[in-house]
Nanobody, 124 residues
Framework: QLVEFGGGLVQAGDSLRLSCAAS????????MGWFRQAPGKERDFVAT????????AHADSVKGRFTISRDNNKNTLFLQMNSLKPEDTAVYYC???????????????????WGQGTLVTVSS
C-alpha cells in the first residue's frame, strides 16, 4: 500500500515536499517513481529512483527544481519541489514497480502499485 502526503495550495515560486509512505511488500526496495496528472491530461512521468536510491531520473520539465529521494529505513519516498510554477498543478501519484527495468521507468503502465494521489495547486 502506498499513501501520499504533502499536497496543497501554494503560490508560484514556493516549495512543497511530498511524501509517500509504503507498507507491506511494496517497499522491498523496488524502483519507485512520481507521476502527475493534470485535469484532462494523461499521467506524466515526473521522477524515478532505484531501490538503493543511488540513481535517479527526472523529467526535463522539472529538472533542477524537483528532487526525488527515498529513506528505506522509514519506507518512505519523497519529492522535494522547489520554484513551483502554475503548470505544475496536478494530482501527484507515487508508484512502485515489480520487476521493473530501468529502460521502462518513464512508462506508467509498467508500475504495479499506486497511491491514491495528492493534489498540488500552484497559483500565479
Amino acid at each position: 500500500q502506498l499513501v501520499e502526503f504533502g499536497g496543497g495550495l501554494v503560490q508560484a515560486g514556493d516549495s512543497l515536499r511530498l511524501s509517500c509512505a509504503a507498507s507491506g511488500r511494496t517497499f522491498s526496495k523496488p524502483i519507485m517513481g512520481w507521476f502527475r496528472q493534470a485535469p484532462g491530461k494523461e499521467r506524466d512521468f515526473v521522477a524515478t529512483i532505484t531501490g538503493s536510491g543511488s540513481v535517479t531520473a527526472h523529467a526535463d520539465s522539472v529538472k533542477g527544481r524537483f528532487t526525488i529521494s527515498r529513506d528505506n529505513n522509514k519506507n518512505t519516498l519523497f519529492l522535494q519541489m522547489n520554484s513551483l510554477k502554475p503548470e505544475d498543478t496536478a494530482v501527484y501519484y507515487c508508484a512502485a514497480g515489480s520487476g521493473l527495468v530501468w529502460s521502462e521507468v518513464r512508462n506508467p503502465d509498467r508500475y504495479t502499485y499506486w497511491g491514491q494521489g495528492t493534489l498540488v495547486t500552484v497559483s500565479s
